[in-house]
């Protein structure tokens, strides 16, 4: 139930830049809800080389030969690869997807062969005598020649260099296999841009007609970002090549196989209280063939098989199921393991599996991970194969997402199946669901689990947005696991973080509810982005937590107890008008057609258009008299009126749904590039909802006003009418008012308090999302004493200003103390800030 403190006047503050007459009152009599110890944790995902050439210490790339291999479920043709053709499980089309495939290209992913008074052919071969079956490809060296002391050099770049330092170790783990080699081969460290030596190691053992492992000890005699690793060759002869390893002997903690020193202690200091791995996307996986099978990702890493993963690249899984528990354990935090319910990627091939022997087969793969983190080694196979690893004891598993991202009643019968047999199996864990909190499919779905909201979105989203979850419903708890401020804000810059920043302490006053949260995503290497903004920023040698990090880092670090009330007198800023702009129609993987348009203008105006003059942006668009049909799957398909801009009309229309998954979208407000206005989203949500959207830079954000349940039948005409002048939108279906929308007020500052036992200090939090500096005046109710000295932590800056390689903490937090706190102070907050005080009150 929603607590009371909640719907009187709000833990929130809400000011303007305006001066301020009354003062913020904080009463610490009135106790307000707990605020989850939970609440902050990190999201792992194999995104822009997060694992792979990021946190996982491996330093070679492409290590097994194995990167041109296809994604599993996949075929080869003409330089593409295609998935199976399926029923998409969301939108109940085929969607025939499939991808460029360059093979020869990404068969030297990494790799280079050169000769120095030598003659070689190099090229990666499907062994007639594999090193293993999960790595059937290997390199082969074809010597023909070397004189005068030449050399063959087979070298790896690494991941856009290998970070090599002086003084440090490096182990080498490689295999080879020759009938008529009879020279020596030496492991060198090389700096990539001066060829020059940085350490070497004669491999003393002779390759032989099968399989020979050879291990070395390399010393790193200098330093260097783009080192390689080399692999020399002094005689002729055929030589075969597979995994080709080396690490660093000083990971984080010392672990084999284990993480890079640096990046985990970036995550050491965020204090995260739980980790979520392995997606995220790729646990759907582009075909269901190609999901994460986390059985493979166990044992010795050269027996891995490694899969292409959704952001376009191998993942070698040398961080697999076992690693990811270590490590939760090692930073000792809750592990959360993701495991797909049975169908991939809905927005990629979206095959799915149904029969009550395939979805069998999935619970019981959940079943198997459960019990490979928790069961006891004596009397399970899987928890004995932990044993074996080395953790005879638990690993610290708490929580079990059941799929990622999954919606509509497909995934709702499959969460059903999966949920009922594991819940009453495994009642310690908590499950959770990857519907949004407002979903109407929830109710569909009974039992306790926790449900898993996304947003990624642009600063005013996440500014306005503080409120979100004032009037949640409290049915389940939540578990905001993706999100991030990424639209129109560079790599991330100081503006998002601080939006990000009034978001999260919406969440941390509404934690009754909200009960835990996690950023995403979280790393990237600088040399591969795969999405807009990301956490952590890796090369081959250093790691920096962009403005967004140090934001997580002090929620995390001044989680206070429990919130405690706050009193303010509101002057709310000045909502913004909707621009003037054009209209347009549309629709969200469905097939759609629209007649009878016509614009009636604030005097009066009858404008009718015929459908001919609409001009298709995306989608498949035809006209047929005065029809015109979408009839594409595509999703955001539009079609736009061309020479018309206004704020204040009424558009007129029929629709009729001809198939698909939702039903009409809408826009009106729209700017020339149809990238950036509003949409009434009629029927969306999988054909359960109405709403208006904005649209920002060709993408929906959230919602303006309220949502309705609706759904519209196919091959039925509906009157629908939009009501649009400059402060409000009513959407019209059939006669029937559906929805008003308003523009928002554009706020920006934003206080809570709460108190923190631990320390018996007050914990007040302020961001100025401003560029002036924002002066308030505090008085403090129901404290004996308050300390005159405490600490204020405050990260500032310009809007735009960002992190980089060269300036790496730009942007970060400074604390100082400041001693004139008192039941009644005064306090100026820098612009565009963020800024926690802590305050020592004796109650």
Same mark, same amino acid.
């Given at each position: 139930?929603?607590?009371?403190?909640?719907?009187?006047?709000?833990?929130?503050?809400?000011?303007?830049?305006?001066?301020?007459?009354?003062?913020?009152?904080?009463?610490?009599?009135?106790?307000?809800?707990?605020?989850?110890?939970?609440?902050?944790?990190?999201?792992?995902?194999?995104?822009?080389?997060?694992?792979?050439?990021?946190?996982?210490?491996?330093?070679?790339?492409?290590? +097994?030969?194995?990167?041109?291999?296809?994604?599993?479920?996949?075929?080869?043709?003409?330089?593409?690869?295609?998935?199976?053709?399926?029923?998409?499980?969301?939108?109940?089309?085929?969607?025939?997807?499939?991808?460029?495939?360059?093979?020869?290209? $990404?068969?030297?992913?990494?790799? $280079?062969?050169?000769?120095?008074?030598?003659?070689?052919?190099?090229?990666? *071969?499907?062994?007639?005598?594999?090193?293993?079956?999960?790595?059937?490809?290997?390199?082969?060296?074809?010597?023909?020649?070397?004189?005068?002391?030449?050399?063959?050099?087979?070298?790896?770049?690494?991941?856009?260099?290998?970070?090599?330092?002086?003084?440090?170790?490096?182990?080498?783990?490689?295999?080879?296999?020759?009938?008529?080699?009879?020279?020596?081969?030496?492991?060198?460290?090389?700096?990539?841009?001066?060829?020059?030596?940085?350490?070497?190691?004669?491999?003393?053992?002779?390759?032989?007609?099968?399989?020979?492992?050879?291990?070395?000890?390399?010393?790193?005699?200098?330093?260097?970002?783009?080192?390689?690793?080399?692999?020399?060759?002094?005689?002729?002869?055929?030589?075969?090549?597979?995994?080709?390893?080396?690490?660093?002997?000083?990971?984080?903690?010392?672990?084999?196989?284990?993480?890079?020193?640096?990046?985990?202690?970036?995550?050491?200091?965020?204090?995260?209280?739980?980790?979520?791995?392995?997606?995220?996307?790729?646990?759907?996986?582009?075909?269901?063939?190609?999901?994460?099978?986390?059985?493979?990702?166990?044992?010795?890493?050269?027996?891995?098989?490694?899969?292409?993963?959704?952001?376009?690249?191998?993942?070698?899984?040398?961080?697999?199921?076992?690693?990811?528990?270590?490590?939760?354990?090692?930073?000792?935090?809750?592990?959360?393991?993701?495991?797909?319910?049975?169908?991939?990627?809905?927005?990629?091939? +979206?095959?799915?599996?149904?029969?009550?022997?395939?979805?069998?087969?999935?619970?019981?793969?959940?079943?198997?991970?459960?019990?490979?983190?928790?069961?006891?080694?004596?009397?399970?196979?899987?928890?004995?194969?932990?044993?074996?690893?080395?953790?005879?004891?638990?690993?610290?598993?708490?929580?079990?997402?059941?799929?990622?991202?999954?919606?509509?009643?497909?995934?709702?019968?499959?969460?059903?199946?999966?949920?009922?047999?594991?819940?009453?199996?495994?009642?310690?864990?908590?499950?959770?669901?990857?519907?949004?909190?407002?979903?109407?499919?929830?109710?569909?779905?009974?039992?306790?689990?926790?449900?898993?909201?996304?947003?990624?979105?642009?600063?005013?989203?996440?500014?306005?947005?503080?409120?979100?979850?004032?009037?949640?419903?409290?049915?389940?708890?939540?578990?905001?696991?993706?999100?991030?401020?990424?639209?129109?804000?560079?790599?991330?810059?100081?503006?998002?973080?601080?939006?990000?920043?009034?978001?999260?302490?919406?969440?941390?006053?509404?934690?009754?509810?909200?009960?835990?949260?996690?950023?995403?995503?979280?790393?990237?290497?600088?040399?591969?982005?795969?999405?807009?903004?990301?956490?952590?920023? *890796?090369?081959?040698?250093?790691?920096?937590?962009?403005? !967004?990090?140090?934001?997580?880092?002090?929620?995390?670090?001044?989680?206070?107890?429990?919130?405690?009330?706050? !009193?303010?007198?509101?002057?709310?800023?000045?909502?913004?008008?909707?621009?003037?702009?054009? *209209?347009?129609?549309?629709?969200?993987?469905?097939?759609?057609?629209?007649?009878?348009?016509?614009?009636?203008?604030?005097? @009066?105006?009858?404008?009718?258009?015929?459908?001919?003059?609409?001009?298709?942006?995306?989608?498949?668009?035809?006209?047929?008299?005065?029809?015109?049909?979408?009839?594409?799957?595509?999703?955001?398909?539009?079609?736009?009126?061309?020479?018309?801009?206004?704020?204040?009309?009424?558009?007129?229309?029929?629709?009729?749904?001809?198939?698909?998954?939702?039903?009409?979208?809408?826009?009106?407000?729209?700017?020339?590039?149809?990238?950036? @206005?509003?949409?009434?989203?009629?029927?969306?949500?999988?054909?359960?909802?109405?709403?208006?959207?904005?649209?920002?830079?060709?993408?929906?954000?959230?919602?303006?006003?309220?949502?309705?349940?609706?759904?519209?039948?196919?091959?039925?005409?509906?009157?629908?009418?939009?009501?649009?002048?400059?402060?409000?939108?009513?959407?019209?279906?059939?006669?029937?008012?559906?929805?008003?929308?308003?523009?928002?007020?554009?706020?920006?500052?934003?206080?809570?308090? +709460?108190?923190?036992?631990?320390?018996?200090?007050?914990?007040?939090?302020?961001?100025?999302?401003?560029?002036?500096?924002?002066?308030?005046?505090?008085?403090?109710?129901?404290?004996?004493?308050?300390?005159?000295?405490? $600490?204020?932590?405050?990260?500032?800056?310009?809007?735009?200003?960002?992190?980089?390689?060269?300036?790496?903490?730009?942007?970060?937090?400074?604390?100082?103390?400041?001693?004139?706190?008192?039941?009644?102070?005064?306090?100026?907050?820098?612009?565009?800030?963020?800024?926690?005080?802590?305050?020592?009150?004796?109650?």
């Amino acid at each position: 139930m929603k607590h009371s403190l909640t719907t009187a006047l709000a833990l929130l503050l809400t000011i303007t830049a305006t001066a301020q007459t009354e003062p913020i009152r904080i009463d610490l009599g009135q106790k307000g809800t707990v605020v989850s110890p939970n609440l902050y944790g990190i999201f792992f995902e194999e995104i822009s080389h997060a694992g792979d050439g990021g946190l996982y210490a491996e330093l070679v790339q492409n290590r +097994g030969f194995e990167e041109h291999v296809l994604p599993s479920g996949m075929t080869y043709r003409k330089g593409r690869a295609y998935a199976p053709d399926a029923m998409n499980y969301e939108h109940r089309n085929h969607s025939k997807w499939n991808i460029p495939w360059n093979m020869e290209e $990404k068969k030297m992913a990494g790799w $280079k062969v050169t000769g120095e008074n030598a003659t070689v052919k190099g090229e990666v *071969i499907k062994a007639k005598t594999p090193l293993h079956v999960n790595t059937p490809h290997a390199m082969q060296l074809d010597i023909k020649k070397v004189e005068n002391g030449g050399k063959v050099v087979l070298a790896n770049t690494g991941y856009w260099g290998i970070g090599i330092k002086a003084g440090e170790k490096y182990d080498l783990r490689c295999y080879v296999m020759s009938s008529n080699y009879k020279g020596g081969i030496t492991a060198r460290l090389r700096d990539s841009a001066t060829g020059a030596s940085l350490g070497s190691a004669a491999l003393t053992t002779a390759p032989g007609s099968t399989w020979t492992e050879l291990t070395a000890t390399l010393t790193a005699e200098g330093t260097t970002a783009k080192g390689e690793l080399a692999l020399e060759f002094d005689r002729k002869g055929t030589v075969l090549i597979d995994y080709v390893s080396l690490f660093p002997q000083a990971t984080f903690k010392g672990r084999k196989n284990g993480q890079r020193a640096d990046v985990a202690q970036m995550l050491v200091d965020l204090h995260p209280k739980f980790m979520r791995w392995p997606g995220g996307c790729i646990v759907e996986g582009a075909t269901y063939e190609n999901r994460v099978r986390w059985k493979e990702t166990l044992g010795d890493p050269m027996t891995r098989r490694g899969e292409w993963d959704v952001w376009g690249y191998r993942a070698t899984w040398g961080m697999g199921y076992h690693e990811f528990l270590q490590f939760c354990e090692d930073l000792q935090m809750d592990a959360m393991f993701v495991n797909n319910a049975g169908m991939s990627c809905s927005v990629r091939n +979206g095959d799915f599996v149904s029969s009550d022997a395939d979805m069998d087969a999935v619970v019981q793969d959940f079943r198997d991970a459960i019990d490979y983190a928790l069961a006891d080694p004596a009397t399970n196979k899987w928890a004995k194969m932990r044993a074996e690893a080395g953790h005879p004891k638990p690993f610290p598993l708490k929580y079990v997402e059941i799929g990622n991202e999954n919606v509509g009643p497909e995934y709702v019968t499959h969460f059903n199946y999966i949920f009922k047999k594991l819940k009453a199996e495994y009642p310690q864990i908590t499950f959770i669901n990857t519907l949004g909190h407002t979903d109407p499919l929830l109710e569909k779905i009974p039992g306790d689990y926790m449900v898993d909201p996304h947003w990624y979105r642009d600063p005013n989203f996440f500014f306005a947005n503080n409120h979100l979850f004032d009037d949640a419903p409290r049915t389940h708890d939540i578990y905001v696991g993706e999100y991030a401020c990424n639209g129109g804000v560079g790599a991330g810059n100081l503006l998002a973080a601080l939006s990000e920043a009034a978001f999260i302490m919406g969440m941390e006053r509404n934690s009754d509810v909200v009960k835990m949260s996690s950023y995403a995503p979280l790393f990237e290497n600088e040399n591969r982005r795969d999405w807009p903004c990301n956490l952590i920023h *890796i090369n081959s040698s250093e790691v920096y937590g962009r403005a !967004s990090y140090y934001v997580q880092q002090m929620a995390a670090e001044n989680r206070p107890t429990y919130n405690i009330y706050v !009193s303010e007198t509101t002057v709310a800023g000045k909502p913004q008008p909707f621009k003037a702009g054009g *209209i347009g129609l549309g629709s969200y993987a469905t097939q759609c057609e629209y007649k009878d348009i016509s614009v009636t203008t604030a005097d @009066g105006q009858v404008k009718h258009f015929p459908a001919s003059q609409f001009q298709g942006r995306k989608g498949k668009w035809t006209v047929e008299g005065d029809v015109i049909r979408q009839t594409s799957d595509e999703q955001l398909t539009m079609a736009l009126l061309p020479g018309f801009s206004s704020d204040n009309y009424t558009l007129q229309l029929k629709a009729c749904k001809l198939g698909g998954l939702e039903g009409f979208f809408i826009y009106y407000g729209m700017d020339d590039n149809g990238r950036n @206005g509003y949409a009434a989203n009629i029927a969306g949500w999988n054909n359960r909802t109405t709403a208006i959207q904005p649209i920002r830079r060709g993408r929906t954000s959230d919602v303006l006003g309220r949502r309705v349940n609706q759904t519209v039948d196919s091959n039925r005409w509906y009157d629908v009418k939009i009501v649009v002048t400059p402060m409000a939108v009513t959407l019209y279906v059939d006669g029937k008012e559906m929805t008003v929308a308003r523009p928002a007020a554009l706020t920006r500052h934003f206080c809570q308090a +709460g108190y923190d036992e631990q320390t018996g200090e007050l914990v007040i939090k302020v961001v100025n999302g401003t560029d002036r500096p924002y002066t308030r005046s505090f008085v403090i109710d129901g404290a004996m004493n308050v300390m005159p000295t405490g $600490k204020v932590i405050t990260l500032s800056g310009d809007a735009n200003d960002e992190n980089t390689f060269e300036e790496p903490t730009k942007l970060a937090p400074r604390t100082a103390l400041y001693g004139k706190f008192d039941k009644h102070f005064d306090y100026q907050f820098p612009p565009m800030s963020f800024t926690v005080m802590r305050v020592k009150v004796n109650k």
